[in-house]
């Protein structure tokens, strides 16, 4: 990957003549089904980029209460679109087209119109867990019967994609945009992408430019999201195989709750109540045995695997965890 970056051919992005991201927009594009497709520096500014294109200031959006968008993007929607979220709480992730049905605004004057709806898929704070491609559609045939849009936060897509045998295009084929991630489990150094429509991209290169991400000579990262794409979304199924061996290999300690079955792809959300401890206490715990985990409330802890974390890093994991005690 790094050698691909220092060969990348390099041009001026803001211009649109750098013919490293243009080929992988292009490629993207593809690769979806879908028009167009610009690269950006991270998977919040593609989310938010959807979102400014899809709305108007004083409309609503529906959102899984968990979700990053509501959780983690630091209120974007608000400060950047003039929008205001309704959270429906799911089932582990998984709102229902039913459930969205309902929380729809009726047409009154007095109250926000809806215009969006956001899905995540893998859903990280439900565990990585796959958004069923048949739900999906259900709520994609109900937002285009109300003229709702429908955005889908894929920054975990890829995992969704090798644990299913669904095609990037088979998700796609149902929503107005999609957000993809290349930090994460394909472990570029950066840099996202939203893919949608000629018309939606258009307007999300302008929105790129007046939140600060327009970029130059881009084509040095684009080159290691293109090779990230080649070479490591296969890879995947290992990161998966990793997870669930951790997930067998400390569901028995009596201190921790975690469904091994729910292990679906990459990520693991153990609950540390019976320890007595906080999840901050556990997390330090482990640190000093050398095991990084990340909060995931005040008494869960988050752990997720990834091509940086080996089948001995997982078993290293195992034996820290089984030699703490409370």
Known sequence: MRDAMARAEVGDDVFGEDPTVNALQEKLAGLFGMEAAIFVPSGVMANQLAIKVHTQPGNEIIVEWESHIFNYETAGPSLLSGVQMFPLKGERGIISAEQVAQAIRPAAYYMPRTTLICLENTHNMAGGMIYPIDQIGEISVLAKARGIRLHL??????????????????????????????????????????????????????????????????????????????????????????????????????????????????????????????????????????????????????????????????????????????
């Open 153 to 326: 936060d894929g920054a975990r897509l890829w995992n969704a994609c090798v644990a299913t045998g669904n095609s990037p295009r088979a998700y796609a084929r149902y929503v107005d945009s999609v957000a993809v991630c290349f930090s994460k489990g394909l472990g570029a150094p950066i840099g996202s992408a939203l893919v949608g429509s000629r018309e939606a991209i258009e307007r999300a290169r302008t929105y790129r430019k007046i939140f600060g991400g327009g970029m130059r000579q881009v084509g040095v990262i684009a080159s290691a999201a293109a090779y990230a794409m080649e070479h490591h979304v296969d890879r995947l199924k290992d990161d998966h195989e990793n997870a669930r061996a951790l997930a067998a290999g400390i569901a028995g300690l009596d201190w921790l709750a975690l469904d091994v079955e729910s292990v679906q792809t990459n990520i693991l959300i153990i609950d540390v109540s019976r320890s007595g401890q906080t999840a901050e206490t556990v997390i330090e715990k482990m640190r000093a045995d050398h095991v990084l985990l990340s909060p995931a409330g005040s008494h869960r802890i988050r752990a997720v695997t990834h091509l940086d974390v080996t089948r001995e890093d997982i078993e290293n994991a195992i034996r820290s965890f089984k030699n703490l005690s409370f």
